[in-house]
């Protein structure tokens, strides 16, 4: 089988994990840095131009690692792919919808898929009326599209929302807030979804004056235990946005496990090291089961 990794860099942790264990099991892998393709579209056509090469008949199955700054054009790629009827392990919709927070919540909330109370709006008029709908401070405010903790706030009080909201609608920034889940202790949990299984999870704990727990911001990872339920929503969850791999952050409250975020490209290093889990392994047996051959391609 062809695989094909759309990522920007080789030497990435992920993209060379997946990339040798497809080695290892005897496929022909190909890194492909989607920043550098190019797309034809002529006469009903269509190529896709890397290195001076039409690459779009080549690969029975893509394997999409597109970042938060390129995501448009890199979901143009995988959509170009996907009509040649390419497997992809992200579709260029999810890939879309998952970058922005609000689609992705929208999504979830109508699924019924358990959520934080969210507001959002772009009126800089109603702001006290946006924090009482959340029952007032502290409460989170976020970038609709930001990742690895970027652009996520705590606003203790009021006045510190108050500044914080005007701020981002003064700088035609688009936010989202959030009720504040004391009880979560700065924790959450990562959950690595391959279809319609957990393939492995991580609990996620910051800083201790740091609420937020990515450990990119330098929190810490430690193997969990998932309760059948949260199992069922994380699943769930990355199938309705499209997302065959996925990684869905979930937050434990008092009103149980809710969906904070969903991440079509989800980072290997952190949870492959506190779990020891092969995910680069578990992933590539995945793509196996749905797309063996070039007749087998979008198998679902």
């Avoid at 860099?9 to 022909?28: F, V």
């Avoid at 792919?81 to 689609?103: C, D, H, P, W």
């Amino acid at each position: 089988m062809t695989i094909f990794i759309l990522s920007v860099g080789e030497h990435i942790y992920s993209t060379k994990r997946i990339y040798n264990e497809a080695l290892k099991r005897g496929h022909n892998v190909r890194i492909i840095n989607h920043t550098r393709c190019s797309i034809k579209l002529s006469g009903g056509k269509r190529q896709i131009i890397y290195q001076g090469e039409n690459i779009i008949n080549e690969p029975d199955v893509i394997i999409p690692r597109i970042g938060a700054s390129i995501t448009r054009h890199g979901a143009a790629v995988v959509k170009e792919f996907e009509m040649n009827n390419v497997y992809s392990t992200a579709r260029s919709l999810g890939i879309l919808r998952a970058q922005n927070k609000i689609r992705t919540l929208q999504i979830l909330n109508h699924k019924e898929i358990p959520i934080p109370d969210t507001v959002f709006s772009v009126n800089p008029e109603n702001i006290k009326e946006q924090i009482e709908l959340l029952g007032g401070a502290p409460v989170v405010i976020k970038l609709q599209e930001g990742t690895q903790g970027v652009g996520v706030m705590l606003a203790e009080s009021e006045k510190s929302a108050k500044s914080i909201i005007d701020t981002f609608y003064g700088m035609n920034k688009s936010i989202l807030l959030q009720e504040f889940i004391k009880e979560s202790n700065s924790e959450d949990i990562r959950v690595l979804v391959a279809g319609d299984k957990v393939i492995s999870s991580m609990k996620r704990k910051g800083l201790e004056d740091d609420f937020r727990s990515n450990i990119h911001r330098g929190g810490s990872g430690f193997k969990v235990n998932l309760t059948d339920t949260e199992k069922t929503i994380a699943i769930k969850a990355a199938n309705y946005l499209g997302l065959p791999i996925a990684g869905v952050d979930l937050i434990r409250s008092k009103k149980g496990s809710l969906v904070i975020e969903v991440n079509s490209t989800p980072g290997l290093q952190g949870i492959e090291t506190c779990t020891r889990v092969n995910i680069g392994e578990s992933i590539i047996k995945y793509i196996e089961k749905k797309c063996s051959t070039k007749s087998s391609r979008m198998k679902r």
